[in-house]
């Protein structure tokens, strides 16, 4: 089971160079990808709740930059609050830029207040997602888009599509369209079960089923987060992405865990 990590992306004034020494820091580590969660402009502050401070795209280029090896994702961009062209540039460019590294996590989105502040209707935020979704499918295969026009540049191998959420939507979704599937505040149980669902609705397609967690560093609490992540792997998780709680000790919080559940 491959162990990954969210990067902290809450605080307003987190120095972006760190970006970098941490992804360095966990591909040095043995961690398989890091992540960047997304948001435009949320109803509250950044923090705890809401995280992306830092648009998650030009934010991985810059680690593709400074890295070598390791998986770059987004967990999971907001896909209906985007225009879907410009996207599809964005994506292409940044897969051919780091050598086929991205997956591209994508989800509705959640909160109307936020649609509503961008202008964008909550309403139909599914179906959007599903439209971008085949549109990026077509232009990244074709390499032209509904009407003729031409697509560049296309990606030298295909873009792994994670879909993020646990409603039996965002199953199908994933069933349908992706190639993992991540969950969300789930226990390892609940975790357990949702994946089974997924593997009905997915049939004979092979969608990877993954899983987040937190552990703030609390050395108490160090046994239990370990468990759980154990758990995961026995419910059938294919990787594991972990969250280390605010910034500050990050790096040090990453080397125990990485340490302490292999």
């Known amino acids: ?60 280029a810059y680690i593709a930059a400074a890295t070598e090896r390791i998986g770059l994702g987004t967990s999971v961009l907001i896909l209906p609050l985007r225009e879907p062209y410009v996207l599809a540039k964005q994506v292409a460019t940044l897969s051919r830029l780091s050598g086929g590294r991205l997956v591209l996590g994508v989800g509705v989105g959640w909160n109307a207040e936020e649609f509503a502040e961008v202008g964008v209707d909550f309403s139909g935020r599914g179906r959007r997602t599903d439209e971008t979704l085949e549109l990026l ?24 599509i994670l879909v993020g959420g646990n409603s039996t939507v965002a199953l199908r979704r994933a069933a ?60 059938g998780a294919a990787a594991v992405a972990v969250h280390f709680g605010p910034d500050g000790g990050y790096e040090e919080r990453m080397r125990v865990f990485a340490e302490a559940v292999r």
């Open 176 to 235: 349908r369209a992706g190639d993992a599937w991540l969950s969300a505040g789930l226990d390892p149980t609940a975790f357990a079960e949702r994946a089974r669902t997924l593997a009905v609705l997915a049939e004979d397609r092979p969608v990877k089923p993954m899983a987040r967690m937190e552990w703030s560093g609390d050395r108490a609490d160090l046994d239990r987060a370990v468990a759980d992540y154990h758990a995961y792997e026995a419910a």
């Open 137 to 160: 499918e077509r232009l990244f295969t074709t390499g032209r888009g509904p009407s003729g026009g031409h697509f560049e540049p296309r990606p030298a191998a295909h873009v792994p």
């Open 1 to 60: 089971m491959d162990l990954q990590v969210v990067l902290p992306d809450e605080a307003p004034d987190l120095d972006p160079g760190q970006f970098a020494g941490l992804a360095r820091s966990a591909e040095e580590l043995g961690y398989e990808s890091v992540w960047l969660p997304d948001h435009v402009l949320p109803p509250g502050p950044f923090g705890e709740v809401y995280g992306g401070v830092y648009e998650p795209l030009v934010t991985l």
